[in-house]
């Protein structure tokens, strides 16, 4: 078990000669301008920018974003896969950048599961161990004990065609915690199987994490997966870091638009034509012909940065969106029907918006009314209100 530290970490991937080549001719060839993309240096691509993490002894950490945001990079330069282009990565108290990864005491649980075809369950959870030179005891005790946590001592015969996707992933997560690593490194491990696999083996590793004592890097660009699983989680675009925070606290507080965007489901709504109002120092949102009067939390954030009144971007989530006798005017293009919710998606103001609207208290002939053309008012309180700075993005209570 140990902590981690990443300090400034970079990681540029150089051009090659023949792009070397182009954009020299481009130089030459043409005025100089001004750099407007951040990822294009004179080095290379910038894959990661100065990425700065203090990771706790048996923290469960979750590294989340689109595609292309650095993530499945960064792990890969905590595991030694990657070459660390700028910057420093502790392991405990140990500088690790020019260490080999076999000498980082870390086990790596790849999205491709990447066992040996020809290897008995059994065999794939020993190999490891064997390759160490542990007793071959030792090593029985080892496997059956991790088989059993994870529920597979029944396939230890087979070989890995015999399994399903979940059973395969098991083993691929055996093979990694029979070696007892200081860190336990998951790279979109869940991404292959099926909805209901998921489900189940994100429970199992949430059972894991409770059973062996050791410190978890998860990459996904699932964020349901990094909302359930992670004590932090970690938020990328672009190279760069967004915000970290605990799931609740990115989901609350988001410090600016893409976080909010991306953490949810469905996504926030945004607002383009709002107005911050301050009056006798009360703040309040105005949306068309409807106001609010922010709760006493936004009051204070707002105040205590001396916010001035100004244009938004309004964001509230779908959950918090009520219908009512009266409100903002909207008319119903699509109806969601999920069971226990409906998922309305209403034009108003001349965008689509999303509400969730519980069905346990509503009649037939309630639901049957959200059918598409209906018109619709809606509402919200004013603790639910994020509000988003027109030119920066940044939430303004941040």
Sequence with gaps: MASLTLKNIKKIYPFSSDEQKKAKKKKDDEPEKKQVNLQITDEGVVAVQEFSLDIADKEFIVLVGPSGCGKSTTLRMIAGLEDISGGELYIGDKLVN????????????????????????YENLA???????????????KVREAASVLDIMQYLDRKPKALSGGQRQRVA?????VREPQVMLMDEPLSNLDAKLRNQMRAEIIKLRNTIDT?????????????????????????FIQQIGTPQEVFNHPYNIFVATFIGTPQMNLFENAELLKNNGR????????????SEDKQAAL?????????????VRPEHISLSASGIDAKVDVTEMMGSSVHLHVNSFGQD???????????????????????????????????????TGINLEA
């Design 215 to 239: 410190t978890f890097i998860y990459v996904t660009h699932d964020q349901t997966e990094a909302m359930t699983l992670g004590d932090r989680i970690v938020i990328m675009k672009d190279g």
């Design 98 to 121: 020019d260490v080999a990864p076999k000498d980082r005491d870390i086990a790596m649980v790849f999205q491709n599961y990447a066992l040996y075809p020809h290897m008995t369950v």
């Design 353 to 391: 918006v999303i509400l969730i609207v519980s069905t346990l208290n509503m009649t037939t002939e309630e639901l049957d009314s959200l059918n598409h053309g209906a018109d619709v008012k809606f509402d919200f309180p004013g603790n639910v209100c994020h509000l988003f700075s027109k030119e």
């Design 283 to 294: 703040y309040s949102v105005k949306l068309g012909d409807y106001t609010v009067e922010l």
């Design 127 to 141: 190999f490891a161990l064997k390759l160490r030179r542990i007793p071959k005891d030792e090593i029985d005790i």
């Design 173 to 177: 997560i055996g093979r990694a915690i």
């Design 303 to 315: 105040s205590a940065k001396n916010v001035a009144a100004q244009p938004v971007t309004l964001g």
